[in-house]
């Protein structure tokens, strides 16, 4: 079982509709959990993070952690094409005596179409 | 302005080659790492440091070795590179005292290998 699991996708929603991103992880030791976007031929960059149960909002996006069903979601509000990419969920939890260890999703695919 | 900056950015090279691919960070963070990562597959660990002269292997078993002499400096070595080994290679740093994890990693723009 892989340690954080997304739908692949792609995902295509019209601009300035809600875009809903899943993840679930095995994990009942993660710690804090992330989603990265990441643009065609780019690297990674943090978009949002949460690690206590319930909703977190920062501007357009949403994130929703719940434990007890290891579940972790990404909800995006009016949609844009600029948000068109890929996201990566993250979790951290502890992997050795010497710290944290983030694990990754595969990536779900958005499309927003004009 | 990124504060981890890998070189080169793109590389193509032939079989057998020895490289090392570059990653400096600017941050003071203890804690980098180098991940794996071909076209729409996820990010695979193979390497990672949490502060100088200590490194370890990732969950992805790779012919590389990296070296952390000093804090701001994390390369990645291929002795002698092969066609398996094309793929992007991104390295990412975080910070100590940010244990559980909150800050996340910042990444740097990445190094895409084609061996030849």
């Known amino acids: 079982q892989k340690e954080v699991e997304q739908n692949s996708g792609p995902l295509s929603v019209p601009e300035g509709a809600i875009a809903s991103l899943n993840c679930t992880y095995s994990?009942?030791?993660?710690?804090?959990f992330f989603w990265y976007r990441q643009y065609s031929g780019k690297s990674p960059e943090l978009i949002m993070f949460?690690?206590?149960?319930g909703d977190k909002e920062d501007g357009r996006f949403t994130a929703q952690l719940n434990k007890a069903s290891q579940y972790v979601s990404l909800l995006i509000r009016d949609s844009q094409p600029s948000d068109s990419a890929t996201y990566l969920c993250a979790v951290n939890r502890q992997r050795t005596n010497t710290g944290n260890q983030f694990y990754f999703g595969t990536g779900t695919s958005l499309t927003v179409i004009p | 302005e990124a504060d981890i900056y890998q070189t080169p950015r793109y590389l193509v090279i032939g079989t057998g080659k020895k490289i090392t691919l570059e990653c400096s960070q600017t941050?003071?963070?203890?804690?980098m790492y180098w991940y794996q990562q071909d076209p729409g597959m996820e990010l695979h660990l193979i390497h990672y440091?949490?502060?100088?002269?200590?490194?370890e292997k990732g969950d992805l078993s790779s012919e590389s070795t990296v070296s952390r002499i000093r804090t701001e400096h994390f390369p990645l070595t291929l002795e002698s590179a092969r066609p398996s080994h094309t793929s992007q290679y991104l390295c990412?740093?975080?910070?100590?005292?940010?244990?559980?994890?909150?800050?996340?990693?910042?990444f740097g723009s990445g190094t895409r290998l084609t061996v030849v």
């Open positions: 440091s949490y502060g100088v002269n200590s490194t």
């Open positions: 990412a740093s975080s910070e100590s005292g940010r244990d559980r994890g909150l800050w996340g990693y910042t």
């Open positions: 994990d009942r030791g993660s710690q804090s």
């Open positions: 949460i690690y206590s149960n």
């Open positions: 941050m003071g963070h203890d804690k």
